[in-house]
């Protein structure tokens, strides 16, 4: 029924898919990585005879892939209480971007294994979309991924779930809800607002930076306990432009570029060629209404240039 190799080359070409779902669904890119991993060592410890037996390895695939990433979000949420200050989801570049930009130095030569560089980038990766996405229960995460991100059928999902066709439509109209709040990244107009933002920032100019965000807006940071930052969000535009100013002060010889971040406008801030800050933003009637921080080192390896470079 076909040749190993057949067998193999078939199975590594659902890699890219797989990095997809699992990214979706934890947020993480060394978790989804590792939830790949884990999936296709399950397949190989099969019998062979068994592999031969399976009439969609995609699809085998997709269910361990998943239900490797439903436990492990399950077990997540008691990380995460543990988590020193704010858990952000890991921000993604765009390296693509950065090659037509000159900006290779700032991606480093990760090569083309490099998992992060497997992840289509669309709203459902938006930062804003999995911000949302952290606030569902696993069941539904993984229901309304599956389904109204990949389309996949209830009928395969509630194998994935032990639960009905039904319940498994439920959980993903349960989701959509929540999803429904959270607007589609408006990119027009939105690389303007960063860019006067960065320009603030960059002359300390309190005042355009209170123009330039929502009094409402929140900022959060995420350090890990790694690095310094603030552990509680910031709210308010004014607070937040202070914050901002007085990080300004703090930071000399900061350069702030403009960069996509999970396909959306953002901004990375490095010192002598080292990524330490990715900034990601939410912006509606031209101005900032939430800014998410990531200052996490193990978050930022894919942005970061080769160690010895």
Same mark, same amino acid.
């Given at each position: 029924?076909?040749? =190993?190799?057949?067998?193999?080359?078939?199975?590594?070409?659902?890699? @890219?898919?797989?990095?997809? =779902?699992?990214?979706?669904?934890?947020? +993480?890119?060394?978790?989804?990585?590792?939830?790949?991993?884990?999936?296709?060592?399950?397949?190989?410890?099969?019998?062979?005879?068994?592999?031969? #037996? %399976?009439?969609?390895?995609?699809?085998?695939?997709?269910?361990?892939?998943?239900? %490797?990433?439903?436990?492990?979000?399950?077990?997540? @949420?008691?990380?995460?209480?543990?988590?020193?200050?704010?858990?952000?989801?890991?921000?993604?570049?765009? /390296?693509?971007?950065?090659? /037509?930009?000159?900006?290779? #130095?700032?991606?480093?030569?990760?090569?083309?294994?490099?998992?992060?560089?497997?992840?289509?980038? *669309?709203?459902?990766?938006?930062?804003?979309?999995?911000?949302?996405?952290?606030?569902?229960?696993?069941?539904?995460?993984?229901?309304?991924?599956?389904?109204?991100?990949?389309?996949?059928?209830?009928?395969?999902?509630?194998?994935?779930?032990? @639960?009905?066709?039904?319940?498994?439509?439920?959980?993903?109209? +349960?989701?959509?809800?929540? =999803? +429904?709040?959270?607007?589609?990244?408006?990119?027009?107009?939105?690389?303007?607002?960063? /860019?006067? =933002?960065?320009?603030?920032?960059?002359?300390? *100019?309190?005042?355009?930076?209170?123009?330039?965000? *929502?009094?409402?807006?929140?900022?959060?940071? *995420?350090?890990?306990?790694?690095?310094?930052?603030?552990?509680?969000?910031?709210?308010?535009?004014?607070?937040?432009?202070?914050?901002?100013?007085?990080?300004?002060?703090?930071?000399?010889?900061?350069?702030?570029?403009?960069? +996509?971040?999970?396909?959306?406008?953002?901004?990375?801030?490095?010192?002598?060629?080292?990524?330490?800050?990715?900034?990601?933003?939410?912006?509606?009637?031209?101005?900032?209404?939430? %800014?998410?921080? %990531?200052?996490?080192?193990?978050?930022?390896?894919?942005?970061?240039?080769?160690?010895?470079?």
């Amino acid at each position: 029924m076909g040749s =190993v190799g057949a067998d193999a080359d078939e199975t590594a070409g659902e890699r @890219r898919r797989l990095i997809n =779902v699992a990214y979706r669904l934890l947020g +993480s890119v060394t978790e989804a990585e590792d939830a790949v991993q884990d999936a296709y060592a399950r397949w190989y410890a099969l019998p062979r005879s068994r592999r031969e #037996d %399976i009439l969609s390895p995609g699809a085998w695939l997709t269910t361990v892939t998943s239900r %490797i990433c439903l436990d492990l979000l399950g077990s997540a @949420r008691a990380r995460r209480e543990r988590y020193v200050g704010a858990w952000l989801p890991e921000p993604l570049p765009d /390296r693509a971007e950065g090659s /037509r930009a000159g900006g290779a #130095d700032l991606l480093g030569p990760t090569g083309p294994a490099d998992p992060a560089d497997q992840i289509v980038l *669309d709203e459902s990766v938006a930062m804003a979309f999995l911000v949302v996405l952290e606030s569902m229960t696993p069941a539904e995460r993984v229901a309304f991924v599956l389904h109204d991100v990949f389309r996949y059928p209830f009928a395969e999902i509630a194998d994935i779930l032990g @639960r009905t066709p039904g319940a498994a439509k439920q959980l993903a109209a +349960s989701a959509r809800r929540r =999803v +429904s709040v959270a607007r589609a990244p408006a990119t027009t107009g939105q690389a303007d607002v960063v /860019r006067h =933002v960065k320009e603030a920032w960059e002359t300390k *100019d309190i005042a355009a930076l209170v123009t330039l965000l *929502d009094p409402a807006a929140v900022m959060t940071a *995420d350090g890990g306990g790694m690095v310094g930052t603030v552990l509680r969000p910031v709210e308010g535009g004014a607070r937040i432009a202070q914050y901002m100013i007085a990080i300004a002060d703090r930071a000399p010889g900061l350069e702030l570029l403009e960069r +996509s971040v999970n396909g959306v406008p953002g901004l990375v801030a490095r010192r002598a060629g080292v990524v330490l800050t990715v900034a990601s933003f939410d912006i509606s009637d031209g101005r900032v209404t939430r %800014i998410w921080v %990531i200052r996490n080192p193990e978050k930022l390896r894919p942005w970061a240039r080769a160690a010895d470079s």
